[in-house]
């Protein structure tokens, strides 16, 4: 793979790359031709060197720690002399630590921070695009270790959580469990606890209490797979895995809190029983995990019993 920094020339003196601004409008609009800032095929076709045309130019790589251009592909007259200039006058007038962070530091694209794999984050040790915090997997989170899509807040599992440590899609709130939940601490689906809590389409007494959930509550619905790990079904399937080198895998909801049940102890599946209106047919239908699965867990013998 190409690296910082990368460029293409025509023999004559006239060097191309993508600038700051190129990259700043691709990305507007959405960079449909999954465009690499390194690659220099992705240079030619930008500006418009189609096919055998592209052959005629030079490929170049600099390196800015060691003030060197290398020879990548020599197709006409070396011109180097004409084009280091330029470059290093690119790089010393956009500050070369940025520019390395965009262009080859970070695995991806616009990225601000350290270690980010994807496209425009914001903050460390981000997966996937758009994310503004720490750790975060999935696209557009804000906030802290959270893994899906569209979340705001703190440790969430699923899509579009606001709130923190909610587990599902399109909740409000916090500690919610299941899908489009409004309020705290809801488990199911659909569920608005203003001015009372609903826990398992019932309303109860409990107005905002604390309610401890089990642990495997709290899951992954995203993994981040590596390229060494990707099968070639999913490099067919996931293009441009070699620039962000893997990809962000979606899991199944079910499948992944059945994972999670299957991990814990019978001391936390305990407490999904203690749960107010705890019903075993909702839960199973929210979760996949059924009354036998429960009972079986529960009979399990641990060390010591």
Not at 104 to 126: E, K, P, Q, T, V
Request: net charge positive; with cysteine; glycine share 8%.
């Amino acid at each position: 793979m190409c690296k910082f920094f990368s460029c293409i020339s025509n023999g004559k003196g006239k060097v191309l790359f993508f600038s700051l601004k190129d990259i700043e409008k691709i990305e507007k609009e959405g960079n449909q031709n999954n465009y690499n800032w390194n690659s220099h095929t992705s240079m030619a076709d930008y500006y418009n060197i189609k096919c055998a045309n592209e052959d005629k130019w030079n490929k170049w790589e600099y390196d800015n720690e060691k003030k060197e251009l290398k020879i990548d592909a020599l197709n006409t007259f070396n011109d180097s002399e004409s084009i280091k200039p330029i470059i290093e006058k690119y790089i010393n007038e956009n500050n070369a630590i940025y520019l390395q962070k965009i262009y080859n530091r970070n695995s991806g694209n616009s990225n601000s921070g350290d270690s980010n794999s994807g496209n425009r984050n914001s903050g460390d040790r981000n997966s996937g695009y758009r994310n503004s915090g720490y750790r975060n997997s999935g696209n557009r989170n804000s906030g802290y270790s959270n893994s899906g899509n569209s979340n705001s807040g703190n440790s969430n599992s699923g899509n579009c959580n606001s709130g923190n440590r909610n587990s599902g899609d399109c909740n409000s709130g916090n500690s919610n469990s299941g899908n489009w939940n409004s309020g705290n601490r809801n488990s199911g689906d659909c569920n608005s606890t203003e001015p009372k809590l609903r826990i398992f389409n019932k309303e109860t007494s409990i107005i905002r209490s604390n309610i401890t959930y089990p642990n495997y509550f709290y899951f992954d619905t995203n993994k981040w797979i590596e390229m060494s790990e990707m099968t070639n079904k999913e490099k067919k399937e996931n293009v441009g895995y070699e620039t962000t080198e893997g990809y962000l895998k979606k899991l199944d909801y079910r499948k992944s809190w059945i994972k999670s049940f299957k991990q814990t102890d019978k001391k936390d599946v305990s407490l999904t029983l203690q749960l107010p209106n705890f019903n075993y047919k909702i839960f199973e239908e929210i979760s996949g995990i059924s009354e036998t699965m429960i009972q079986e867990k529960l009979e399990t013998k641990t060390k010591g019993e």
